[in-house]
Nanobody
Framework: QVHLVESGGGLVQAGGSLTLSCVASTDIFGFLVMGWHRQAPGEQRELVAQITSGSTSNYDDSVAGRFTISRDNVKKTVYLRMSDLKPEDTAVYYC???????????WGQGTQVTVSS
């Protein structure tokens, strides 16, 4: 059973930065794709950023240029560096992983990010 545990969320002022971490219970080099999603109150969960096993990354337009996703296979960890945060970035952020193209198979429990104006 794969477990993903997020950390690093919190309260930050607009314009500030946070780095989220997602630690896996298993080696992550086997995951084809790992990603960060977020869900704001009353909204659907959306993909924010994802990174492949070859370290190719892509981002939602709303965060491109402000967020950076990276992975450290040795530490079994995926990071999301968030800068120039905006109140509309407020959400619960979830880490997820898949072994093959399709739907994400494994999810973390989420970490809350709140950006005050």
């Amino acid at each position: 059973q794969v477990h993903l545990v997020e950390s690093g969320g919190g309260l930050v002022q607009a314009g500030g930065s946070l780095t989220l971490s997602c630690v896996a219970s298993t080696d992550i080099f086997g995951f084809l794709v790992m990603g960060w999603h977020r869900q704001a109150p009353g909204e659907q969960r959306e993909l924010v950023a994802q990174i492949t096993s070859g370290s190719t990354s892509n981002y939602d337009d709303s965060v491109a240029g402000r967020f950076t996703i990276s992975r450290d296979n040795v530490k079994k960890t995926v990071y999301l560096r968030m800068s120039d945060l905006k109140p509309e970035d407020t959400a619960v952020y979830y880490c997820a992983a898949m072994y093959r193209w399709g739907q994400y198979e494994y999810w973390g429990q989420g970490t809350q990010v709140t950006v005050s104006s």
